[in-house]
């Protein structure tokens, strides 16, 4: 004869089987995503922005300033859908999980030099400037995860010129103290309340503006993988019209 706390032991087996079941289907949905964005969507978009730029480069012959243009605006469009597609394809895979990060001494100052070539698409339809703030001739050494340091960078750099005003100059200040290590990107825009701050680092997916959606996008990523890290993040508006987006990381 089962007991009250024997039936309720194998009630709470039963439901934990059943949650398993359902996490293990929900995970194989999420990978068969994971895959259609991959190989139906982002792998062509890829392709199409190498044969773009190959265009914009005069490999194929020469074009003329009106070509430039349309082939430059269609270029723009395809690195930003392949930004919304890489960065859906990350919220899907650690939506749930925290990135297995592999800790490494890495040199920050590399990492944004190359997020800084990688980001001229967006800064140069802006006419914006990236002015970077250190001695590029000095290492600053940080643990972290090479992969994701460049997301982090990245993603915080895209906001940045997604935020400031056309014809501007973002600003990258790195500063090396005794226990830590600062990033900070900051521009030129309008005044935003702590509420408004706060919202642009949440999940939006029923928007209008696009361009918000990825901006959005952009910001909850960073905002993850500098939490996974264990550093500080810093979110401010200033009433001089600039915005400054970053983190502190503690030195191992």
């Known amino acids: ?27 194989a949905e999420r990978n068969k995503f994971n895959c259609i964005l991959t190989h139906d969507i982002k792998t062509p978009l890829l392709a199409q922005i190498q044969s773009l730029e190959l ?8 074009l003329n300033q009106n070509l430039k243009e349309i082939v430059s605006e269609i270029l723009n469009s395809n690195c930003f859908l392949y930004e919304i597609v890489t960065n859906t394809i990350f919220l899907t895979k650690y939506e749930n999980e925290k990135p297995k990060l ?31 703030k250190s001695n590029k001739s ?20 895209s906001s940045s010129s997604s ?25 030129k825009s309008i005044y935003m309340t ?12 029923n928007l209008c503006d696009f361009n918000q959606l990825g901006m959005s996008l952009n910001l909850n990523i960073a905002k993850k993988l500098i939490k996974a890290h264990n550093w500080d993040i ?3 508006s200033q009433k001089n019209n600039s915005s400054i987006f970053g983190f502190v990381a503690l030195k191992k």
């Open 102 to 132: 592999k800790l490494e001494d890495i040199d920050i100052i590399e990492q944004i030099r190359d997020c800084c070539i990688n980001i001229q698409n967006y800064t140069k339809d802006k006419g914006q400037d990236i002015v970077v």
């Open 163 to 187: 935020l400031g005003f056309e014809n501007s100059r973002i600003e990258i200040t790195v500063k090396e103290n005794k226990n830590s290590v600062s990033f900070l990107t900051k521009n």
């Open 1 to 27: 004869m089962f007991t009250k706390k024997r039936l309720r032991k194998v009630y709470k087996e039963k439901i934990r089987r059943i949650n398993s079941k359902y996490q293990k289907k929900l995970q």
């Open 234 to 236: 810093i979110a401010q």
């Open 138 to 157: 000095k290492k600053i050494k940080l643990y972290a995860d090479r992969k994701l340091i460049q997301k982090i960078i990245f993603n915080l750099l």
């Open 55 to 62: 265009l914009l480069k005069g490999e194929f012959g020469a």
């Open 194 to 205: 702590k509420e408004k701050i706060k919202s642009l680092f949440e999940e939006k997916k």
